[in-house]
């Protein structure tokens, strides 16, 4: 019989990384091969002690999401990227600029 403490724990999405922290979030324009249109995503800056980094969340619907890594997040997975994104992201406050591009 197994028992919650014997169930596997998530793995770190930002193992391999010492003391990262979200430096910056911006929303930016996002251009994908497969529409015409621009699209809004958020970029988050990365500074850790192995180099600087990104992650690029775009948000196709409440579903579905894509992201892309560039620095040291260069060849993560999607899904570990989403999950380092969620993990880093600063909680929102009165000065989160939400406002719409294009």
Same mark, same amino acid.
């Given at each position: 019989?197994?028992? +919650?403490? !014997?169930?596997?724990? !998530?793995?770190?999405?930002?193992?391999?990384?010492?003391?990262? $922290?979200?430096?910056?979030?911006?929303?930016?324009?996002?251009?994908? $091969?497969?529409?015409?249109?621009? $699209?809004?995503? /958020?970029?988050?800056?990365?500074?850790?002690?192995?180099?600087?980094?990104?992650?690029?969340?775009?948000?196709?619907?409440?579903?579905?999401?894509?992201?892309?890594?560039?620095?040291?997040?260069?060849? /993560? +997975?999607?899904?570990?990227?989403?999950?380092?994104?969620?993990?880093?992201?600063?909680?929102?406050?009165?000065?989160? !600029?939400?406002?719409?591009?294009?």
């Amino acid at each position: 019989m197994t028992t +919650s403490s !014997d169930a596997p724990a !998530d793995p770190d999405p930002l193992e391999g990384l010492t003391g990262a $922290r979200c430096a910056s979030l911006e929303r930016v324009p996002i251009r994908t $091969r497969e529409d015409s249109v621009t $699209r809004s995503g /958020w970029r988050m800056s990365v500074a850790c002690e192995e180099g600087p980094g990104a992650i690029v969340l775009l948000e196709l619907s409440a579903s579905v999401s894509l992201c892309r890594g560039e620095g040291v997040f260069l060849g /993560w +997975s999607a899904d570990r990227l989403e999950a380092a994104y969620r993990v880093l992201r600063p909680p929102p406050g009165p000065d989160m !600029d939400f406002s719409q591009l294009g």
